[in-house]
């Protein structure tokens, strides 16, 4: 199983900054994953996928890059809307994974 | 607009069954994978099982083959997770969600039904 580990757990910043989020794989994915972003109540939502690609109706703000074990999700110039819990995910192999998430909170 | 719409959640005792539904509408259903996808109560997201398109390849993770099975119906746009032996564990909001294509990533996710094993 590859297991991905997502630091920091959380991150605190202001309006305005911008959030460097990582994630890491126990063994190399290429460049098959993806980010999503779930705020409380609702069901995630697909931010980043193939390591770089921005989903449909997503913000330019919201970048992703990586490949092999090291992934990044940047978002630059933080808006308030953007606090939220965001997970990175593999499809490289079964079982497919989750990290264990990184909670953005806006000042 | 693609919908989806998760049913058959709720209460259940420890070694019970529960039969969740999720019917999809707003594509064409038969030509994209599907998934199941849980979080429990105030933690992370964990997947479940995945199933192709035709219904080829069923997937699951370790924790819950033997015990639960996905199937699909194209007839009738809809998505199914049999749930038996169920465990405390088990305990979870389960969400379906479409993959974007062949590579198994989520585009659209169901707003989830809550699953409570307990006696």
């Known amino acids: 199983e590859t297991v991905l580990t997502q630091s920091p757990a959380t991150l605190s910043l202001s309006p305005g900054e911008r959030a460097a989020l990582s994630c890491r794989a126990s063994q190399s994915v290429s460049n098959k994953l993806a980010w999503y972003q779930q705020k409380p109540g609702q069901a995630p939502r697909l931010l980043i996928y193939d390591a770089s690609n921005r989903a449909t109706g997503i913000p330019a703000r919201f970048s992703g890059s990586g490949s092999g074990t090291d992934f990044t999700l940047t978002i630059s110039g933080l808006e308030p809307e953007d606090s939220a819990v965001y997970y990175c995910h593999h499809r490289s192999n079964w079982p497919l994974t989750f990290g264990g998430g990184t909670k953005v909170e806006i000042k | 607009e693609v919908q989806l719409l998760e049913s058959g959640g709720g209460l259940v005792q420890p070694g019970g069954s529960l039969r969740l539904s999720c019917a999809a509408s707003?594509?064409?259903?038969?030509?994209?994978?599907m998934t199941w996808v849980r979080q429990a109560p105030g933690k992370g997201l964990e997947w479940v099982s995945f199933?192709?398109?035709?219904?080829?390849?069923?997937m699951y993770t370790d924790s819950v083959k033997g015990r639960f099975t996905i199937s699909r119906d194209n007839s009738k746009n809809t998505l199914f997770l049999q749930m038996n032996s169920l465990r405390a564990e088990d305990t979870a909001v389960y969400y379906c969600a479409k993959c974007i294509d062949s590579r198994c990533y989520f585009d659209y996710w169901g707003h989830g039904t809550l699953v409570t094993v307990s006696s």
């Open positions: 199933i192709g398109g035709s219904g080829v390849g069923p």
């Open positions: 707003g594509f064409t259903f038969s030509n994209f994978p």
